[in-house]
Structures are given as C-alpha cells and as structure tokens.
C-alpha cells in the first residue's frame, strides 16, 4: 500500500456517521463553544467544571464576570445568526428533526423567555413554544400585559430530541454557542429561563429550579430570572402563584 492510501479499516473509520465522524463533529463543536467561551470571557465556575468532569486547568478560576457592553459584541444580527446556523448538521439531531425551531418574536424584545427545547408540535411547525405548554406560555405572556410578538422566544436546543429525552451534553455544545449569539443580538433587558433545564444550562449550576426561581441572577450580564416551566405548570397547576410572582419581578424591572 503506498504511502496516503487508505487501507478498508481507514476508510471505514472516516466514513460519515461513523463513531469518528461523531467524535470529529464533537470536537469542532466543542472548539467552537470554547473558543465563544473564550472571546466572551464568559465565566464558568469551577465547581459546576469539576462536577462534569471537565480538565481543571484548561479553565483558570472563574474571572469576575464583565458585563458585556457594545464593545464585545460581536455585529451580528438576528438574520446573521440565522444564516450562520443555516441547515445544521452540527449534532445528531438534525438526522431526526422536521424542522429546525430557531426562535421568534421581536428582534428588539425587551424580554427574551429561553426553554429547553422544541417538543412535537414545535418540530412539526417549525415555531417555538406552539404545542400545550405553548399556549400556556402565551397566555402568561398576555397576563403580563404583553404580546408573544413583544417578547423573543428561543429554546437552549433548536432542534427536537427524540421522545422529547434531555439534551445531551454534546447537542448543548453544538447549540448553545447561537443561543448566546441570538441574545447578543437581541441585548434584552431580562432573560427569564423556563425550567430546570434552561435554568442550569444558562447559569451553569445544578442548584434545583426551586431555589433558583424567585431571584434575578446575571447572565452574560443581563439579569436572568428562573422560573418553572410551563410544561411543569400544567402537571402542577399549584405552582402557577409562583410562576405569577416571578413574572411580577420581571414587569416590575421591565
Ligand atoms: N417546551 C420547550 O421547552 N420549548 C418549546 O419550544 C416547547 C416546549
Ligand atoms: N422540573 C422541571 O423540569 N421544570 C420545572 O420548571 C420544575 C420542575
């Protein structure tokens, strides 16, 4: 065999879809989320590194948070974010997904809700937040005295997980960096994460939703407000006096 050519095993290896075409996808993917980790500064504490068993000293100590201002913003829009996710291929759910569910709403919302990720309806039509918890989170939207079209709807994921499992660590890595770009984007002047998901993702930790709920906390230096999801709040009518409350705090600082 000459040098440069590949023997069966070789070219077995590199074929698309195969474990190592996973592992090359993961690694770009996560380069890329390291590299935004990076550029932005971003803050991720130590313990929540530990914890995932990430390699301690790739991260120094986590620097105090700058807030970002127009200075480390990169110029990019809405529609830019857009095109630079294109048709992505960049996790295993695009193989399973209908529709990529990107978000939508006000390019200029004050307030940007984030949720796990699209559910069947969601998949189906291509819209965040559609299906039954959808409506419910329409209609808190309304009882804040707003409109969906006032505010922006995204997801952590923008493509739909089988049997609605969890995201995964390496869809999260793939997807969370046109996440950040989208609120970079869009600069609202409150995030309100729904559910333990969106919650632990955006503020990396694992404190339980219920603890979180309740309180502003900063991401990327916009104040982040964690509460239930509506999805919850469907099996847990119960809980909607605190969902009430927390929403308050958020027109409040509207
Ligand atoms: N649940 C979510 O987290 N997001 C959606 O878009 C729909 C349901
Ligand atoms: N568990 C969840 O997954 N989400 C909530 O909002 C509350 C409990």
Redesign the pocket.
């Known amino acids: 065999m000459q040098k440069g050519e590949m023997n069966g095993m070789e070219r077995a290896l590199i074929q698309a879809d195969t474990p190592r075409e996973e592992l090359r996808r993961m690694v770009v993917a996560l380069r890329s989320r390291l590299q935004l980790d990076v550029a932005l500064n971003r803050a991720i504490p130590a313990s929540y590194l530990r914890k995932q068993g990430a390699v301690k000293r790739f991260y120094a100590p986590a620097p105090q948070r700058i807030p970002v201002d127009a200075a480390d913003r990169p110029e990019q829009t809405l529609a830019d974010v857009r095109e630079e996710l294109g048709d992505c291929r960049r996790c295993p759910l695009c193989k399973t997904r209908n529709n990529l569910v990107f978000g939508e709403g006000n390019l200029h919302a004050g307030l940007v809700f984030v949720g796990e990720a699209p559910g069947a309806d969601e998949d189906r039509q291509g819209r965040p937040f559609v299906g039954k918890a959808g409506q419910l989170l329409t209609r808190i939207i309304v009882a804040m005295g707003l409109q969906r079209q006032d505010v922006y709807i995204c997801n952590i994921l923008k493509c739909r997980p089988p049997d609605n499992r969890n995201p995964r660590p390496e869809e999260i890595a793939a997807c969370e960096p046109f996440l950040i770009r989208q609120l970079q984007a869009i600069r609202p002047k409150i995030i309100c994460a729904?559910?333990?998901?969106s919650a632990h993702t955006l503020l990396k930790t694992d404190v339980p939703?219920s603890l979180l709920r309740g309180k502003f906390h900063r991401y990327q230096g916009i104040p982040l407000m964690p509460t239930?999801?509506p999805a919850?709040l469907l099996r847990n009518p119960g809980a909607k006096r605190q969902v009430w409350e927390d929403v308050q705090k958020i027109m409040k600082a509207l």
Do not use: A, K, N, S
């Open positions: 729904l559910g333990t998901f939703i239930y999801h919850y």
